[in-house]
């Protein structure tokens, strides 16, 4: 059976019967469509590609998936019968409701996966409407996302370069209707009015009521473009930032507080909204100002040096606000960052607040942070308020003196009426985005520094590089090797390990003891490849650990961190995270042999039940450390490394995890950090650190008295 057809059976642990109830159509069109499409991934990929909940899969997430591997999506309205045979694979979602994978022409039928009845059926070409999805490879190096990328915004938006262009297009049409209307208003007063002719008025009311549908039309159509760009954007800028971070070295990452992260996530977010605002719009009117300034001076002749004045008014004042602008968002910014770092702190540390009786103090930090940023956001709304203030003044300011020096004009015979009414009217269309006009500069001001960071970060070196290396071998044997290893985590702190040599072969347990901050989890950090040693070697089954791809060479490694994180979802998939492709069957063994498959299977829901969130915490701690086990067991690896797999529990329960882990490690090396005198008795080896110095290494029969003797005591 192919990788494709096991996924078919069974993308979350059911067989085929079962997924036909249980997966909506888009979700069980997915494999067919693949295959159709020739991909030939493995198991993996496809599930780490699905959605988090793949049973709820919609036509948007069905195309996210396709995009996770590599393969572009292009909707359209057609018929069935208008689809070339040469479009095909294709998805076809018809009016009258389904969902079918169109596979090829076989005479004058079509051979079709039914995603409604989750078969292959041979059916002729219908006439009928409905939604096509052309799917198309995606084009470059399906790795450069790894590379660092200069100027990768700029790239991105010359994906909508069409777009954009037809934007423009919409932009000219729309200042060419509004020099029109001008000439439709002096035809009226001037003409119509004069003549008192019922059927001329006739004529022009029904070109202004053209007019006016004509001008609604095209600004629908502009603003829909603007909407799929932002929704297009968002989605492709979102993915690609989240990606990136993800994928950033834990150098990087570990030492940025929390808040500062979320503050890069939210840069998309505000490129986002910018082009779904009307700031974009009105960047698009700007060149026509001057075509429309133009068409004022055919018309008006010297009244158009008012709006002028008003203009160079406006720009002078643009020029001296900009510095009190720029500092006033600087430090809102600033402040706000800090109090939701403050927020996201508090809240992730509740239950320590509350242990430590420290609400108090909290309280106060958070009044004086929130004082500040009130502070802060007053200032930016009283100098927005005198902008905005100024801004309309200057636009009224300067409709009343181009009034007041056209009624002169007419005065003189200089003017017509009409003339009058057509000029002010182009005037009114002239000076309405100079009320905006200071806003807009200063989101495109935001929008600019947002771009950078998200340029910045996009031209980061990650810690994936597996275009260049080679990942680790599936048949690891486990052999660890650390020669004269060093490592400090910053220039100016102290090391965390100096010269730590030590060897631990195939199926042998290693015990690494000492007190806390000894360097327990820094030595399995490396041998994760979390962090790189300024000096030494670690060699991983005699290859230098430098020469692995760090995401590969953890995707062959067993891991059990002292914290065990849980995700939203079921308990099936939190432990399906160290295996994306495994069965029921594979979780279901990993599960009895952490010891706490008949604890599920008592759950109302069984591996269904909903865990990650607040109700997390009610689970037992026994509980929740044998589920961590049993990822560790579901990816079958060579390697095992434990981080303190005991902490929290009682010793009966700790005796218990040293059985499980010791009738395990026939098939696996196991590295593993602990202080617990039943963990120790089943090693093979015990590495003892002090201040991340080697103090000792020997079998648990020489460690254990002379380490537990002191703590006893």
Same mark, same amino acid.
């Given at each position: 059976?192919?990788?494709?057809?096991?996924?078919?059976?069974?993308?979350?642990?059911?067989?085929?019967?079962?997924?036909?109830? /249980?997966?909506?159509?888009?979700?069980?069109?997915?494999?067919?469509?693949?295959?159709?499409?020739?991909?030939?991934?493995?198991?993996?990929?496809?599930?780490?590609?699905?959605?988090?909940?793949?049973?709820?899969?919609?036509?948007?997430?069905?195309?996210?998936?396709?995009?996770?591997?590599?393969?572009?999506?292009?909707?359209?309205?057609?018929?069935?019968?208008?689809?070339?045979?040469?479009?095909?694979?294709?998805?076809?979602?018809?009016?009258?409701?389904?969902?079918?994978?169109?596979?090829?022409?076989?005479?004058?039928?079509?051979?079709?996966?039914?995603?409604?009845?989750?078969?292959?059926?041979?059916?002729?070409?219908?006439?009928?409407?409905?939604?096509?999805?052309?799917?198309?490879?995606?084009?470059?190096?399906?790795?450069?996302?790894?590379?660092?990328?200069?100027?990768?915004?700029?790239?991105?938006?010359?994906?909508?370069?069409?777009?954009?262009?037809?934007?423009?297009?919409?932009?000219?049409?729309?200042?060419?209707?509004?020099?029109?209307?001008?000439?439709?208003?002096?035809?009226?007063?001037?003409?119509?009015?004069?003549?008192?002719?019922?059927?001329?008025?006739?004529?022009?009311?029904?070109?202004?009521?053209?007019?006016?549908?004509?001008?609604?039309?095209?600004?629908?159509?502009?603003?829909?473009?603007?909407?799929?760009?932002?929704?297009?954007?968002?989605?492709?800028?979102?993915?690609?930032?989240?990606?990136?971070?993800?994928?950033?070295?834990?150098?990087?990452?570990?030492?940025?507080?929390?808040?500062?992260?979320?503050?890069?996530?939210?840069?998309?977010?505000?490129?986002?909204?910018?082009?779904?605002?009307?700031?974009?719009?009105?960047?698009?009117?700007?060149?026509?100002?001057?075509?429309?300034?133009?068409?004022?001076?055919?018309?008006?002749?010297?009244?158009?040096?008012?709006?002028?004045?008003?203009?160079?008014?406006?720009?002078?004042?643009?020029?001296? /606000?900009?510095?009190?602008?720029?500092?006033?968002?600087?430090?809102?910014?600033?402040?706000?960052?800090?109090?939701?770092?403050?927020?996201?702190?508090?809240?992730?540390?509740?239950?320590?607040?509350?242990?430590?009786?420290?609400?108090?103090?909290?309280?106060?930090?958070?009044?004086?942070?929130?004082?500040?940023?009130?502070?802060?956001?007053?200032?930016?709304? !009283?100098?927005?308020?005198?902008?905005?203030?100024? !801004?309309?003044?200057?636009?009224?300011?300067?409709?009343?003196?181009?009034?007041?020096?056209?009624?002169?004009?007419?005065?003189?015979?200089?003017?017509?009426?009409?003339?009058?009414?057509?000029?002010?009217?182009?005037?009114?269309?002239?000076?309405?985005?100079?009320? /905006?006009?200071?806003?807009?500069?200063?989101?495109?001001?935001?929008?600019?520094?947002?771009?950078?960071?998200?340029?910045?970060?996009?031209?980061?070196?990650?810690?994936?590089?597996?275009?260049?290396?080679?990942?680790?071998?599936?048949?690891?044997?486990?052999?660890?090797?650390?020669?004269?290893?060093?490592?400090?985590?910053?220039?100016?702190?102290?090391?965390?390990?100096?010269?730590? !040599?030590?060897?631990?072969?195939?199926?042998?347990?290693?015990?690494?003891?000492?007190?806390?901050?000894?360097?327990?989890?820094?030595?399995?950090?490396?041998?994760?490849?979390?962090?790189?040693?300024?000096?030494?070697?670690?060699?991983?089954?005699?290859?230098?650990?430098?020469?692995?791809?760090?995401?590969?060479?953890?995707?062959?490694?067993?891991?059990?961190?002292?914290?065990?994180?849980?995700?939203?979802? /079921?308990?099936?998939?939190?432990?399906?995270?160290?295996?994306?492709?495994?069965?029921?069957?594979?979780?279901?063994?990993?599960?009895?042999?952490?010891?706490?498959?008949?604890?599920?299977?008592?759950?109302?829901?069984?591996?269904?039940?909903?865990?990650?969130?607040?109700?997390?915490?009610?689970?037992?701690?026994?509980?929740?450390?044998?589920?961590?086990?049993?990822?560790?067991?579901?990816?079958?690896?060579?390697?095992?490394?434990?981080?303190?797999?005991?902490?929290?529990?009682?010793?009966?329960?700790?005796?218990?995890?040293?059985?499980?882990?010791?009738?395990?490690?026939?098939?696996?090396?196991?590295?593993?950090?602990?202080?617990?005198?039943?963990?120790?008795?089943?090693?093979?080896?015990?590495?003892?650190?002090?201040?991340?110095?080697?103090?000792?290494?020997?079998?648990?029969?020489?460690?254990?008295?002379?380490?537990?003797?002191?703590?006893?005591?």
């Amino acid at each position: 059976m192919t990788a494709l057809a096991v996924a078919t059976d069974n993308v979350d642990g059911r067989h085929q019967d079962d997924a036909k109830a /249980t997966y909506s159509e888009f979700a069980r069109c997915i494999v067919p469509l693949l295959d159709a499409l020739g991909w030939r991934g493995d198991r993996t990929r496809l599930a780490e590609a699905l959605p988090h909940f793949p049973q709820q899969t919609e036509l948007i997430e069905l195309i996210n998936t396709m995009a996770n591997l590599k393969y572009e999506g292009r909707e359209v309205l057609g018929r069935m019968t208008d689809i070339d045979p040469r479009q095909m694979p294709c998805l076809f979602i018809p009016e009258d409701g389904g969902t079918q994978v169109l596979i090829g022409a076989l005479g004058n039928d079509l051979l079709v996966y039914d995603g409604r009845e989750g078969i292959y059926t041979q059916v002729p070409a219908r006439p009928v409407m409905g939604r096509v999805v052309f799917f198309t490879v995606m084009r470059g190096n399906a790795s450069s996302f790894l590379l660092p990328q200069a100027e990768w915004f700029r790239k991105v938006l010359e994906r909508f370069r069409s777009i954009f262009l037809q934007a423009f297009v919409l932009s000219l049409i729309l200042s060419g209707l509004a020099m029109l209307s001008p000439l439709m208003v002096t035809l009226i007063y001037d003409n119509v009015l004069s003549s008192r002719s019922m059927e001329t008025l006739l004529w022009v009311g029904t070109g202004m009521a053209l007019f006016v549908l004509a001008d609604a039309g095209f600004r629908m159509l502009r603003s829909y473009l603007f909407q799929y760009v932002s929704v297009r954007l968002g989605n492709l800028v979102g993915n690609e930032v989240l990606r990136r971070l993800l994928y950033l070295p834990p150098s990087l990452t570990e030492t940025t507080n929390l808040g500062a992260q979320v503050s890069r996530v939210r840069d998309f977010e505000n490129i986002r909204e910018f082009f779904a605002g009307a700031a974009v719009t009105i960047l698009f009117d700007l060149p026509f100002i001057i075509l429309l300034l133009l068409a004022l001076i055919v018309i008006g002749g010297s009244l158009a040096y008012v709006p002028l004045v008003g203009i160079a008014l406006f720009v002078i004042f643009v020029l001296a /606000t900009r510095p009190v602008i720029q500092r006033t968002n600087a430090a809102a910014a600033q402040t706000g960052s800090e109090r939701q770092s403050f927020i996201i702190e508090m809240l992730s540390s509740l239950r320590a607040i509350k242990l430590a009786s420290a609400a108090r103090l909290w309280t106060q930090r958070h009044r004086t942070l929130s004082a500040e940023a009130a502070v802060a956001g007053y200032e930016v709304a !009283s100098v927005n308020a005198l902008v905005n203030a100024f !801004s309309n003044g200057l636009v009224v300011a300067s409709a009343v003196a181009t009034m007041a020096v056209g009624v002169q004009k007419v005065f003189t015979g200089e003017m017509t009426p009409g003339t009058l009414m057509a000029a002010m009217a182009l005037v009114w269309r002239i000076l309405t985005p100079l009320g /905006t006009g200071l806003s807009v500069f200063t989101q495109v001001g935001r929008i600019l520094r947002s771009v950078e960071q998200v340029d910045r970060l996009m031209n980061m070196r990650l810690e994936s590089r597996d275009e260049t290396l080679a990942g680790a071998s599936s048949h690891m044997r486990g052999n660890v090797l650390f020669s004269n290893v060093s490592i400090r985590y910053a220039p100016d702190a102290p090391p965390a390990l100096v010269g730590i !040599s030590f060897t631990t072969n195939t199926n042998e347990m290693t015990a690494i003891i000492g007190h806390d901050g000894a360097g327990k989890s820094t030595v399995l950090k490396l041998a994760l490849g979390l962090y790189t040693p300024q000096a030494g070697r670690i060699l991983i089954d005699n290859i230098n650990l430098r020469q692995f791809d760090p995401v590969q060479l953890r995707r062959q490694i067993a891991y059990m961190p002292k914290n065990t994180h849980f995700f939203f979802g /079921t308990i099936a998939q939190n432990i399906r995270l160290a295996n994306p492709a495994a069965d029921v069957r594979e979780i279901e063994e990993a599960c009895r042999l952490a010891g706490v498959l008949d604890q599920i299977m008592a759950l109302p829901a069984g591996f269904e039940t909903k865990i990650g969130d607040h109700n997390v915490a009610q689970l037992p701690l026994a509980l929740r450390r044998r589920l961590g086990l049993a990822r560790v067991f579901l990816r079958k690896s060579r390697l095992m490394v434990l981080d303190e797999p005991e902490v929290g529990l009682s010793l009966d329960d700790q005796a218990d995890f040293a059985r499980i882990i010791d009738a395990v490690r026939e098939d696996a090396t196991v590295l593993m950090a602990t202080n617990s005198q039943p963990m120790i008795e089943c090693a093979d080896n015990v590495l003892w650190l002090e201040n991340g110095r080697m103090r000792l290494w020997d079998t648990p029969r020489q460690v254990i008295p002379s380490f537990l003797l002191p703590l006893r005591v």
